[in-house]
């Protein structure tokens, strides 16, 4: 089945530090790929949809500024978290559209961020 | 907007207890409807899937089918075991996005 990988599982920094996670999608093309943010014992919520080669759609809520989303290629997506804080501590897990045919997506295992 | 609404949990059941996981959605058009799963530690999987009414998904001895009449689909299984011990989602998806409800975490005991 379809892979996709995230990078890094973990991840410790400091306040004020930004941080850069990574989601590729190994074995096919993803067009379309999806950041979602997963509190403790809660359901997942959608941060932004990010676009190959153009810019993010982002949820309301979600600051623009400070999750950085990229998606150069048709198998790399990148989240940045910038200036963090304790409060932006969370799981962030990214998925990927592998085409409207099969309608589901696939998961990356997430990204675990912890904001000293 | 469209929206996904699941039974609170945890749902505690004994090794071989028949098992329900209610869900409802609300939704416009003709979504396709998602069981996923998380296992402790992992990433979210696709359970199973049923993309029309009347449609039924299985997989793992999990069933669920596609009731457009009642917008529900839960999830059946008619003998857990211990390894089925984890977080179950239902989801929703019409055009691009895909929409979760909160999630049901499954317990079972010897």
């Known amino acids: 089945g379809a892979v996709v990988s995230q990078h890094p599982s973990w991840v410790i920094c400091k306040s004020g530090t930004s941080v850069k996670i990574e989601c590729r999608s190994l074995d096919f093309q993803a067009t379309t790929m999806f950041w979602y943010r997963q509190f403790p014992k809660q359901s997942l919520m959608l941060m932004a949809t990010s676009n190959e080669g153009s810019k993010a759609t982002y949820e309301q809520g979600v600051e623009k500024d400070k999750f950085l989303i990229n998606h150069a290629s048709l198998t790399l997506s990148t989240l940045t978290v910038t200036s963090a804080h304790p409060e932006d501590s969370s799981f962030y897990i990214c998925?990927?559209?592998?085409?409207?045919?099969?309608?589901?997506?696939?998961f990356g295992e997430g990204s675990r961020l912890t904001v000293l | 907007g469209n929206s996904v609404t699941q039974m609170e949990g945890p749902v505690t059941l004994s090794e071989e207890a028949f098992l329900t996981i209610n869900c409802t959605y609300t939704a416009t058009g003709y979504p396709s409807l998602f069981w996923y799963v998380q296992y402790p530690g992992e990433g979210l999987q696709l359970l199973l899937k049923a993309t029309k009414a009347d449609d039924k998904g299985s997989n793992k001895g999990f069933e669920a089918t596609y009731r457009k009449e009642t917008t529900s689909f839960h999830l059946e299984k008619g003998s857990v075991q211990v390894s089925d011990s984890a977080v179950y989602f239902c989801?929703?998806?019409?055009?691009?996005?895909?929409?979760f409800g909160t999630g049901t975490r499954l317990l079972v005991s010897p």
């Open positions: 989801a929703l998806r019409g055009f691009q996005k895909l929409v």
């Open positions: 998925s990927a559209d592998r085409g409207p045919q099969t309608g589901e997506l696939f």
